[in-house]
Nanobody, 115 residues
Framework: QVQLVDSGGGLVQPGGSLRLSCAASGIAFSIYAMGWYRQAPGKQRELVATITSTEATNYADSVKGRFTISRDILRKTVYLQMNSLKPEDTAVYYC?????????WGQGTQVTVSS
């Protein structure tokens, strides 16, 4: 059974930092592209960052220079380090595992940036 467990969200002040984690099980983690997406109230889910099986990364323009995605093959975990957080980063963040013919999602973790 495939499972992606998101964690690490919370309430943080503007300018603060959080690190999200996504622990995967039931998949051949090393061959999947992993990603983080987010969905704010009343908005569509959007891409935040992705990392391929060869460690190539891609970021939304809105988070470039502030967020860093990484993966630990041995722990089957993908991380999203978020620095210099802004109120507009407030959303539910979802982990994604993707390969041709398969897409899996975590349950989401809430990030709220507010003073």
């Amino acid at each position: 059974q495939v499972q992606l467990v998101d964690s690490g969200g919370g309430l943080v002040q503007p300018g603060g930092s959080l690190r999200l984690s996504c622990a995967a099980s039931g998949i051949a983690f090393s061959i999947y592209a992993m990603g983080w997406y987010r969905q704010a109230p009343g908005k569509q889910r959007e891409l935040v960052a992705t990392i391929t099986s060869t460690e190539a990364t891609n970021y939304a323009d809105s988070v470039k220079g502030r967020f860093t995605i990484s993966r630990d093959i041995l722990r089957k975990t993908v991380y999203l380090q978020m620095n210099s957080l802004k109120p507009e980063d407030t959303a539910v963040y979802y982990c994604n595992a993707h390969k041709r013919g398969a897409d899996y999602w975590g349950q989401g973790t809430q990030v709220t940036v507010s003073s």
